[in-house]
Each structure stands twice: as structure tokens, then as C-alpha cells.
Nanobody
């Protein structure tokens, strides 16, 4: 089993910054095998990919966050972070951490419970 726990979401002002954290754990979890990602879901909208950091170190970003957000991994802490700068009201939503790990012949696709980010003046 894989467990993900997000933290760091809160109210921020436009132009401000927030840092989200996701800690991963589990008896079968091997951090080096996992592709990690951050998704978000705004009210009334579908969940969408924000940024991902693959097990090989490759990072990808949605166009709407390029140059503003940075994803990073910490192997020692089994953590993935999302540094969000120059926040916009449109960044408001629930941010979810995701892990995809293939092991024992199957894909473990795991979601955290989400953390609320609200950008408003």
C-alpha cells in the first residue's frame, strides 16, 4: 500500500507564494520507482495536471504554471514539493499529490486527500 499526505495549502494573496509538500510512505513504496505529480481541481472543473517529476528526474509543467511553479523531489524524505510563485486567483483549487509506481506486475496509482489553495485579496 502507498500513502500520500499533502500539506501547505492556505489562503494567499495574488502575487504571493506558497509551498506545498507531499510525503509518501508505505510498506511496498520505493521512491526511486515512483513518478510523482501535482494535480489541481477548481470548483466545477475537472482535475488537471500541474507538474510532474518522474523517477528519472524529468520534470514537466502545465503551460499555465510554467515559469511560476517548481516541482522537486527529496529522496531522503520520500517527499515531493511544489513551490508556487506569482500566484493568481485562477490557481485556486484543491491540490492533489499523485504517485504512480509499477511493482509486482501492477501499477500502484495513488492519490492524496488534497490540500486547499485559495488565492484571493
Amino acid at each position: 500500500q502507498v500513502l500520500l499526505r499533502e500539506s501547505g495549502g492556505e489562503l494567499a494573496q495574488p502575487g504571493g507564494s506558497l509551498s506545498l509538500s507531499c510525503l509518501a510512505a508505505g510498506t511496498i513504496f520505493i521512491f526511486d520507482l515512483a513518478d510523482m505529480g501535482w494535480y489541481r481541481q477548481a470548483p466545477g472543473k475537472e482535475r488537471e495536471l500541474v507538474a510532474s517529476a518522474s523517477s528519472d528526474g524529468t520534470t514537466k509543467y502545465a503551460d499555465f504554471v510554467k515559469g511560476r511553479f517548481t516541482i522537486s523531489r527529496d529522496k531522503a524524505k520520500h517527499a515531493v514539493y511544489l513551490q508556487m510563485n506569482r500566484l493568481e486567483p485562477e490557481d485556486t483549487g484543491v491540490y492533489y499529490c499523485n504517485s504512480k509506481m509499477s511493482r509486482f506486475g501492477r501499477l500502484y496509482d495513488t492519490w492524496g486527500q488534497g490540500t486547499q489553495v485559495t488565492v484571493s485579496s
